[in-house]
């Protein structure tokens, strides 16, 4: 079975780890969400690209879920000093990431290529792509009137700003990575990672293309609300603001039209008739992925459940 997973940063990279762990490099590829993309002390940031990169290959910070392990500070403590921004944190392995990709963009080279080089040095041996190679940067237009970048939104501003809408600035004119879409046209089924549905997963959908070629094939969707909560960052926050109330039945209703199959928490059963009455077949499991092994034991199951699937649309 050939599979493509679409991924934002924490959440998603934790699935995509334990699909990496069970699929050969040809059966797997993954997408990430680059609308998070920044600058900062002239450096070209990609956090979602990082993370999930980072977490195939073993170097992410399991602590925090960004950057990386045994990390030192200095260059940050250095900067701060000199009164430059330390609104965000930036260890001195994860700036030697930075250094060499704003110096790579700078002569011309892609930023697919880029993370691919960075791939092979890291040894992730699955396909790994930024959804595009041209910018999108997605803005939150909060219900004071303002336009927050999403990195001053999520770091700077600690997610406080109440959200009215997201624009996904340059989303028209950008490009799908065009070996993404081929993975994709060539897949047997779309997994949507537990990232956040408006930022994450969203972004990467804007981008011409992929909605048209991931409508082709059998989506299945994990959700990353538990009892509508997510276990980290604003998605059921940004729910609440957009005036639904967060729930895996929300999720599932949020990506209704691609939908074949839904993974959902066992505290959110309650949910699963509804879910189904939108023709969307349900698999009720445990979501959470604490470890390593659960990371797989879940990967497992939806790989199960997509076979599934796959065999009763044939
Ligand atoms: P970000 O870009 O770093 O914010 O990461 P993502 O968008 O990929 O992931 C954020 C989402 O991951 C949040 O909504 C969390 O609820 C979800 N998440 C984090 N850990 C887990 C987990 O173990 N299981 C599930 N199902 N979702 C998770
Ligand atoms: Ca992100």
Not at 146 to 165: D, H, N, T
Request: hydrophobic share 40%; proline share 6%; glycine share 8%.
């Amino acid at each position: 079975m050939k599979v493509v997973a679409l991924a934002g940063g924490v959440g998603g990279a934790k699935l995509v780890d334990g699909l990496a762990s069970l699929l050969l490099p040809d059966d797997l590829s993954i997408i990430v969400n680059t609308a998070d993309d920044f600058e900062y002390l002239t450096l070209k940031i990609s956090p979602d690209l990082d993370t999930v990169c980072y977490t195939l290959a073993g170097l992410a910070n399991p602590v925090t879920g960004w950057g990386r392990l045994d990390e030192t500070w200095q260059v940050f403590k250095a900067v701060g000093s000199l009164g430059g921004p330390d609104w965000f944190r930036l260890g001195d392995h994860d700036l030697a990431t930075h250094l060499v990709r704003t110096q790579c963009l700078n002569q011309g080279q892609t930023l697919s290529g880029i993370t691919q080089a960075f791939c092979r040095n890291w040894g992730i041996r699955h396909p790994v792509y930024p959804m595009s190679d041209d910018p999108v940067r997605t803005i939150v237009n909060t219900v004071d009137g303002e336009s927050l970048g999403f990195q001053i939104y999520f770091v700077k501003r600690a997610c406080q700003p109440v959200v009215e809408s997201f624009t996904f600035q340059g989303a028209k004119d950008a490009r799908p990575v065009p070996e993404a879409l081929q993975k994709i046209q060539q897949s047997d089924l779309v997994i949507f990672a537990p990232s956040n549905p408006w930022v994450s997963i969203d972004p990467i959908l804007s981008v011409p293309g992929y909605r048209e070629a991931i409508s082709e094939k059998p989506v299945v969707a994990v959700s990353p609300l538990i009892g509508g909560k997510a276990l980290k960052g604003p998605a059921a926050k940004m729910y609440r603001e957009l005036g639904v109330q967060p729930s895996a039945a929300a999720v599932a209703d949020h990506y209704r039209e691609f939908l074949a199959g839904f993974v959902m928490d066992r505290i959110d059963q309650g949910q699963l008739e509804k879910i189904e009455r939108w023709r969307i077949i349900a698999l009720v499991t445990d979501i959470l992925m604490k470890d390593k092994q659960s990371r797989i034991r879940l990967a497992g199951e939806v790989l199960e459940f997509g076979e599934t699937i796959l065999n009763r649309s044939r």
